[in-house]
Nanobody, 127 residues
């Protein structure tokens, strides 16, 4: 059974850090491009970061560049999103997803190109 399970969300003060995890089962992460998305109620889901299926290159949207780091541990079949210097505008439900797109196409963050999604984990940044 193909499954993605996120964890690591929670409440953090502005300027703080969190590390999200996304554990995959039923398939091998190495075969897929991996993306992190986030969504605020009433707004569209937006891409945050991704890892290329082709060469493992990483991509970030401008709003999180230099603050967030995506990584993967293939021995644990898990992808991570390290989030530093968090701000209130980072508050959202965060989702991991995988897709078969190659090269840098993951960075287009096209929702329908991602085949499998996790259930999401809430991140709240507030004092």
């Amino acid at each position: 059974q193909v499954q993605l399970v996120e964890s690591g969300g929670g409440l953090v003060q502005p300027g703080g850090s969190l590390r999200l995890s996304c554990r995959a089962s039923g398939f091998t992460l190495d075969d897929y491009a991996i993306g992190w998305f986030r969504q605020i109620p009433g707004k569209e889901r937006e891409g945050v970061s991704c890892i290329s299926r082709t060469d493992g290159s990483t991509y970030y949207v401008d709003s999180v560049k230099d603050r967030f780091t995506i990584s993967r541990d293939l021995t644990k079949n898990t992808v991570y999103l390290q989030m530093n210097r968090l701000a209130p505008e980072d508050t959202a439900v965060y989702y991991c997803a995988v897709g078969m797109m190659g090269f840098d196409y993951c960075s287009r963050f096209v929702i329908y190109e991602y085949d499998y999604w996790g259930q999401g984990t809430q991140v709240t940044v507030a004092s």
